[in-house]
């Protein structure tokens, strides 16, 4: 019978630096097939609901699919319901049976968060020190604590919001020990000293400019998972060495990517590697401590059955634990 895994369990047990480890083996032998369905409908707001399904299927392993709906105007219409729900199922790959049905919210903000900090381990710089938050939604949080995990040297983070309010809000709730967190009004001026910025909005014109980025800086886009989606300017992509976590679910897909490609800013060629590159050793990640990288966070319904098999493996662990302890006690 298919065990149910709740929010909780998911939390606890993707802890950053052990599924940042788990993504990077995943990363190693290739995904036999991925693919992503998108239905949306207009939500009152003028933006748009969204129902996506995600399959994805590893031969002789494992294979699961991810609904999930995104609603953005539940955080603001007193439903207290997060923007993101769903559910993943998880099924063996070598018969078929349902081995879990997982809380799908939980184990995207974990998944989306660890893709995240994959990157930044192979291209921020290990001295990195300031870490900019852009947006302030219920990814936020799990972005922040990723990527200081993967960046321990980080010793100051900054937050903003369109919405200067929430961006408060975060700072002041989020304790990191020994890292204060602040909320900025002026996002020039942190993005200037940002060593890593990390993006997480609805965005659809850019909010990061090109010029703006330092020498050494890495850039973390998340937010833009539509054509029609933009985080940052195409001086970003002139300045920056780019990546990306997978070519499938980027090339041609997300407005980060897209729109300058459109554009002619960059072509496909202009891409350095993608997750499979990077943990295969394919590809350079950080070349030069004064390099700007630029990695593409797309997600993708492979990422979901990593952060899944993962989650499987330590429930699975945990299990054959409690029940070496019952068969000891029992002999006491």
Known sequence: MARMVPAEE?????????LVEALKRFHLRDIDEALDVHLAQPAPSG????????????????????LVTVFPDNEYTGTGLPSVQGVYALFDGRNGEPLALIDGAALTLRKTAGDSATGASFLAREDAAV??????????????????????SISR?????RTPARAHSLAAGLG??????????DLEEAARAADVISCATMATEPLIKGAWLKPGAHLDLVGSFQKHMRESDDDCIRRARIYMDSRMFTLGRVGDISQPAEAG?????DVAGDLFDLARGVCEGRRAADEIT???????????????????TRLDRERSAADADDGSRALL
Do not use: C, Q
Request: aromatic residues 6%; without cysteine; charged residues 20%.
């Open 10 to 18: 998911v939390h606890r047990l993707l802890d950053y630096p052990s």
């Open 47 to 66: 933006r748009e609901n969204i129902l996506l399904a995600l399959p994805a299927w590893r031969r002789d392993d494992a294979l699961g699919v991810k």
């Open 131 to 152: 870490l900019l938050m852009v947006g302030a939604g219920a990814m936020a949080p799990h972005l922040i604590v990723a990527h200081t995990a993967v960046r321990p």
């Open 157 to 161: 983070v900054l937050v903003w919001n």
């Open 176 to 185: 990191i020990e020994g890292v204060p967190v602040e909320a900025t009004d």
């Open 265 to 269: 800013v960059m072509t496909d060629d």
């Open 294 to 312: 630029l990695f593409k966070n797309s997600g993708g319904g492979h990422l979901d059955l990593a952060a899944a098999r993962f989650l499987m």
